[in-house]
């Protein structure tokens, strides 16, 4: 069956660090993987997407990888700052016109001053 | 990007009653997207909404249970019916942007 597995439920950084965040799937052909920031009581927001046939993407302080042969997206935060902490979330779109995104369950990344 | 604006915020609820949730966005948009959050869990796409058709539910989702309706192009809401404690959770609308999604800040519900 499809699955989406994000790395340990938390990670815990010290302020300036880089984090690096993973989300493997299995069974799945991902036309675009996406990230999602989530703080407490609010609705995830997209930060980046990457197409299956981009290895990198690149944003300020966040960069995105995508291997498809290791089925695997990595997420690094660079220059980390307590601003960082949130939960992070992973989506995978087959590219259908349903449109229809499969999300990961986040890993929550607390980054401490 | 588009604008969501989701109500109520949360609201407690007493089981067996019903709660309709309003998601209006700012601009016109074909897609609309309910979704399922419960605790430390991530997104589970519950239906999809289209203006002038029924919407498309996923599997384990019913009508009956989470009639949806999407009477113009900058307007959808979410019945949540017969509720019981199981369906406390978080429910969030979305609008596909291109390849990305817009989600509202969501609807904390708590069935008591």
């Known amino acids: 069956s499809q699955k989406i597995e994000q790395n340990s439920e938390a990670l815990n950084i010290q302020e300036g660090k880089t984090a690096t965040l993973t989300c493997n799937y299995t069974?799945?052909?991902?036309?675009?993987l996406q990230w999602y920031r989530q703080d407490p009581g609010r609705g995830p927001v997209f930060l980046l997407l990457?197409?299956?046939?981009?290895k990198e993407k690149r944003k300020e302080r966040l960069k995105v990888t995508f291997d498809t042969t290791l089925k695997q997206s990595l997420f690094h935060i660079t220059a980390s700052q307590p601003a960082d902490s949130a939960t992070y979330l992973c989506?995978?779109?087959?590219?259908?016109?349903?449109?229809?995104?499969?999300f990961g369950d986040g890993t929550t990344l607390t980054v401490k001053p | 990007s588009a604008v969501i604006s989701q109500k109520p915020s949360r609201d407690i609820c007493q089981r067996g009653t019903s709660l309709t949730i309003q998601c209006q966005v700012d601009?016109?948009?074909?897609?609309m997207f309910w979704y399922r959050q419960q605790p430390g869990q991530s997104l589970t796409l519950i239906a999809t909404?289209?203006?002038?058709?029924?919407?498309?539910?996923e599997s384990g989702f019913v009508i009956d249970k989470f009639p949806i309706s999407r009477p113009n192009l900058t307007f959808s809401t979410l019945t949540v019916s017969n509720m019981s404690p199981e369906d406390s959770s978080i429910y969030l609308c979305s609008v596909r942007e291109g390849l990305s999604y817009t989600f509202g800040s969501g609807t904390r519900l708590t069935v008591v």
């Open positions: 601009s016109q948009v074909t897609m």
């Open positions: 069974n799945y052909s991902p036309a675009y």
């Open positions: 989506a995978l779109n087959l590219g259908t016109n349903a449109g229809k995104s499969t």
């Open positions: 990457i197409r299956e046939n981009e």
């Open positions: 909404a289209n203006q002038g058709s029924e919407a498309t539910y």
